[in-house]
């Protein structure tokens, strides 16, 4: 596989396991150093020690602060730049507005879009002073379109995609460029388990591509968005949603 990202250091948070630990080895195939951030350290450190290249393992909760500046202080030390962000820790139980809890509604919130700012804001003092970087967002469909049961993941992935728009305008001409990508359903253990059977189904039908996604079909826009051959892109949401949200 071409190294394309040799050399560059790449933070990916909630990347222990799931999703980002497979866009992860896929980045460190590519040559990228990889940071894994998880709250389970003993599980981020066996992720870590499975890439191919020079990478760390650090324990962060992404919506406590001082664990975000913690994260950053032992990247620089290692490594001394941080090359890219992206931003895909997430959590997205299914609760209907009626049963919603304030305390349902906060910890989504506090993990899917604090978790994105307190992140990318520690992030950003660095990338400001390199006058270069990537930061990555992953949102969702549910933030363009909303999802039946998420109210709160949908609020939340919207703000991401906002956030993303108006950080971008600031960050371009500090040749830092902010995009995001929406995905559909992807295929995971965790979205069979929150999704009944009858609303995968349903969705594969509305989908033109006639399946749900799978963990490899991220891996092209999220390997491009941290390349030189993105620098021209600013502030877009791409998804990556089999056609669902085509306009």
């Not at 997430?90 to 609760?95: A, D, E, L, Y």
Request: glycine content about 10%.
């Amino acid at each position: 596989m071409e190294k394309i990202h040799e050399n560059k250091v790449i933070i990916i948070t909630g990347s222990s396991r799931g999703i980002g630990f497979s866009i992860a080895k896929h980045l460190s195939e590519e040559g990228a150093k990889i940071v894994i951030i998880g709250r389970n350290i003993e599980t981020a450190q066996a992720a870590a020690d499975s890439l191919t290249t020079d990478s760390i393992a650090v324990q962060c909760d992404i919506s406590s602060e001082d664990d975000i500046k913690n994260m950053v202080s032992i990247v620089l030390e290692k490594y001394g730049k941080i090359d890219v962000l992206i931003n895909n820790a997430g959590v997205f139980p299914v609760k209907t507005f009626s049963a919603m809890t304030y305390d349902d509604w906060k910890s989504v919130i506090d993990i899917d879009l604090n978790g994105t700012f307190l992140a990318t804001h520690e992030v950003y003092k660095v990338m400001e002073k390199q006058k270069a970087g990537k930061i990555i967002n992953v949102a969702s469909i549910a933030g363009r379109v909303g999802g039946l049961g998420f109210t709160h993941y949908s609020a939340a992935k919207g703000g991401v995609i906002a956030f993303t728009k108006a950080l971008a305008r600031e960050a371009a001409r500090l040749n830092i460029q902010v995009n995001a990508i929406a995905p559909g359903v992807i295929e995971t253990d965790m979205a069979k388990s929150n999704f009944p059977k009858y609303a995968l189904t349903e969705h594969i039908k509305n989908t033109p591509a006639g399946r749900l996604g799978h963990e490899k079909d991220l891996f092209g826009v999220i390997s491009f968005l941290s390349s030189s051959g993105s620098d021209f892109i600013i502030g877009q949401t791409i998804a990556v949603d089999g056609g669902y949200t085509m306009i």
